[in-house]
């Protein structure tokens, strides 16, 4: 299974983006997709997720409202909307799978995940 990021860039602050996530290898319905994100001299951490079947839909407490996950099972790809960017925002970000569902938090987890793309880097200018 492979996974390719794309759509990053350097933006306004306030400005939108939407990243997609492309997979090749397996059918995109088999897997739960979670999108992380590693800002500088930090660590990477969650920032949503969607399951299979897209019924589950979890967030960061920092993008709530702000970003929107998605999955278009035809295209094989996934999907991040990111509005009213800011600058905390920076950072490279990574889709990554699983075959199956999570509950609780465990979404949040990056070494629940087992596969993971390159990264795509967002840079939000003040």
């Known amino acids: 299974v492979q996974l390719v990021e794309s759509g990053g860039g350097t933006v306004q602050y306030g400005d939108a983006l939407k990243l997609s996530c492309v997979v090749t290898g397996s059918s995109l319905e088999n897997l739960a997709i979670g999108w992380f994100r590693q800002a500088p001299g930090k660590q990477r951490e969650a920032v949503s997720y969607i399951s299979r079947s897209a019924r589950n839909i979890f967030y960061a407490d920092s993008v709530k409202g702000r970003f929107t996950i998605s999955r278009d099972n035809v295209k094989n790809t996934a999907y991040l909307d990111m509005n009213n960017l800011k600058s905390e925002d920076t950072g490279v970000y990574y889709c990554?799978?699983?075959?199956?569902?999570?509950?609780?938090?465990?979404?949040?987890?990056?070494?629940?995940?087992?596969?993971w793309g390159q990264g795509t880097q967002v840079t939000v200018s003040p």
């Open positions: 990554a799978a699983v075959r199956w569902n999570f509950s609780g938090t465990r979404w949040a987890g990056e070494h629940e995940y087992d596969y």
